[in-house]
């Protein structure tokens, strides 16, 4: 049984915007996300193949695969970042084992983690923002972390 089939189409759709929503809430912290922001954010994406979270690397591995589809369907979603970070806490408490969710969880909060640390800081110091400091405990938060 793949992770896929424990999960409504409904509950999926919301699995597969969980990356986007944690980058983009993060990213946006500090104004209009940058460059280096958004590269880190995609970069993340690829490196979920180490992640220890099964369940995340099967959502990026079909988010990739049906990008045409799903980065509109994101794009016309109604629920904001904390919405969808709270809708996805609840999906997965609610589908998964609490050890995966929690590994699932912290995944996504790495996510947040590496686009935070794209930019600002002098000489590698301090390079989270206050903002995005307080956006990463929200995310942690609303995820139920």
Known sequence: MTQRQKFSDEQWE????APN?????????DGTPGEDELKAMLESFAEVVESPSSLLLEVI?????????????????????IEG?????RVVDDKVSAREAKVFKEALL????????????????HKISKEERKRLDTARNLLGA
């Open 85 to 89: 970070l709270r809708d996805v806490g």
């Open 14 to 17: 919301t699995l597969r915007y």
């Open 61 to 81: 591995l079909d988010y990739v695969a049906n990008i045409e589809t799903v980065l509109p369907a994101y794009k016309a979603d109604r629920r904001s970042y």
């Open 21 to 29: 929503w944690m980058g983009m809430y993060v990213a946006f912290a």
């Open 110 to 125: 790495e996510i947040g983690e590496k686009v935070a640390n794209a930019t600002g800081g002098i000489f590698g110091l």
